[in-house]
């Protein structure tokens, strides 16, 4: 299984990015998706988690209303919409591909190379 990301830049605060991860090598119903960070000096967090089947979505408290994971039925792709930027999260975004839905990384089984995002204040 394979995972590439994209769609990261550079925004000001309040702006809005859209990352994508296509996911290929098996089928993407076959695992629970998920999005992390990674700040500079900081470890990799939690962003988002979707299911395998239902769609059924959980979030980091500070994301929450801001940020959007989904995956279209008809599409090899994970996509999360950010929206009310802020410069806090700026950081490094990576897309996870695993079993069950966890905020645990070590949870996750394959993972993209990461997408820079930065937003300026």
């Known amino acids: 299984v394979q995972l590439q990301a994209s769609g990261g830049g550079l925004v000001q605060a309040g702006g809005s990015l859209r990352l994508s991860c296509v996911v290929s090598?098996?089928?993407?119903?076959?695992?629970?998706l998920g999005w992390f960070r990674q700040a500079p000096g900081k470890e990799r967090e939690f962003v988002a988690t979707?299911?395998?089947?239902?769609?059924?979505?959980y979030y980091e408290d500070s994301v929450k209303g801001r940020l959007t994971i989904f995956r279209p039925n008809a599409e090899s792709t994970l996509y999360l919409d950010m929206n009310s930027l802020k410069p806090e999260d700026t950081a490094v975004y990576y897309c996870?591909?695993?079993?069950?839905?966890?905020?645990?990384?070590?949870?996750?089984?394959?993972w993209g190379q990461g997408t820079q995002v930065t937003v300026s204040s």
């Open positions: 090598g098996r089928a993407i119903s076959t695992y629970t």
């Open positions: 996870a591909a695993g079993g069950p839905m966890s905020v645990v990384a070590a949870a996750y089984d394959y």
């Open positions: 979707i299911s395998r089947n239902d769609g059924q979505a």
